[in-house]
């Protein structure tokens, strides 16, 4: 897949209409700070195109992208450790679930979990909630260039049995080198593709 154009659509906290909507959808989910909109911006070449921060918790509402006119990338609100108040924090949680319980036109989500660190409570949690929900994903091991390429199989091993899935099913990446993008790029293209031939439509 190659982004030829990368469009900041809209934000919002309850999920509903927006422009474009009706194409394919694929969502970034992950804890705070895990470089979630980072990534988006080395998937689409837009250094601005999604807000970054070093403060987790940047992303508060639900962001949609318009990618080549025909996808959309959905960035949803980061859960845990950003500190903020106990009552944003289940705002987040509850515009994730809206956007589950509402959307016709997810096909993937893409689960973002730092390569560095075993997963939180919060990732296993959201791990468990896609597998009882049926929801197609895959893993996505972030900040992979802080970790020796000949190292990274360890640090996959714990992330690995806490999430259930195989090392060869998780795409290590970095917003920083490149990493993964390609491979990652080809998956968006091909759970895109299968969910039109499926649907029959765009």
């Given at each position: 897949m190659i982004v030829k154009r990368a469009d900041f659509i809209t934000s919002m906290k309850d999920y509903g209409d927006y422009p474009g909507k009706g194409g394919p959808e694929v969502a970034f989910a992950g804890k705070s700070n895990v470089g979630k909109s980072s990534m988006i911006n080395r998937l689409t070449n837009?250094?601005?195109?999604?807000r970054t921060s070093a403060t987790p918790g940047k992303t508060r509402l639900i962001n949609v992208y318009r990618i080549n006119d025909e996808l959309n990338f959905i960035d949803l609100p980061g859960y845990g450790f950003a500190k903020v108040s106990k009552e944003e924090k289940l705002s987040w949680g509850k515009m994730m679930q809206n956007y589950f319980a509402t959307t016709e036109d997810l096909c993937h989500v893409f689960h973002l979990v730092d390569i560095r660190h075993e997963p939180s409570q919060e990732d296993r949690e959201m791990n468990l909630f896609l597998r009882q929900a049926e929801i197609p994903f895959t893993v996505v091991a972030t900040k992979a260039d802080k970790i020796s390429r000949g190292a990274r199989l360890k640090f996959l091993a714990p992330i690995c049995r806490a999430l259930a899935v195989q090392p060869w099913?998780?795409?290590?990446?970095?917003?920083e080198d490149g990493t993964g993008r390609e491979e990652l790029l080809e998956r968006i293209?091909?759970?895109?593709?299968?969910a039109v031939d499926e649907g029959g439509e765009a």
């Open positions: 837009r250094s601005k195109l999604a099913q998780v795409i290590p990446f970095s917003a293209e091909q759970v895109c593709y299968t």
